[in-house]
């Protein structure tokens, strides 16, 4: 029984600070970069020299045309919102189903070497079983196939 209690008061604890924590400072582009990803932490960035390096997304075309493909592509994930999308600049937050974790991403499309430029952390934790790295993986792949069919 105390075995059940601990888990409870653990997960409700999680799921408090999970819903609470509020947008990270920081994030936007500064000077063509995103904020570097901290040590230790659950963020890939297509900016990172580091282990939390992951590939930009390939893209072509004009920048309205891109970024809404870019934005329907992200709404079409689960748990997604589009935050900011002010040129080619756009932010989303992604709500896990179940904790109700936020991971921040942001893409930056430039356009004159073909790429999203993109950043994904989690606001809380440490263990996040490579979820960042895949979200991005998954934007790859839907934003790909939307854009060739």
């Known amino acids: 029984m105390k075995h059940y209690i601990a888990l409870f008061l653990a997960v409700s604890t999680l799921l408090l600070v999970g819903c609470s924590v509020k947008t990270p400072e920081g994030l936007g582009m500064r000077d063509g970069r995103f904020a570097a990803c901290a040590q230790g932490s659950n963020c890939v960035s297509s900016q990172a020299t580091d282990e939390h390096h992951i590939a930009p997304i390939a893209a072509r075309g004009g920048l309205d045309v891109v970024m809404v493909d870019l934005a329907n592509a992200i709404e079409s994930m689960f748990g997604s919102t589009v935050v900011v999308m ?3 600049y756009l932010r989303a937050e992604f709500t896990s189903g179940v ?3 936020v991971e921040d991403m942001e893409c930056y499309y430039d356009q004159g070497r073909g ?3 993109v950043r994904c952390a989690s606001r809380v934790g ?3 079983v490579h979820a960042s790295r895949n979200r991005v ?3 790859r792949k839907v934003f790909t196939i939307r854009r060739s069919s």
């Open 115 to 117: 790429v999203i430029e």
């Open 126 to 128: 440490r263990i996040d």
């Open 86 to 88: 002010d040129g080619p």
């Open 99 to 101: 904790m109700r974790f």
């Open 137 to 139: 993986e998954e934007l």
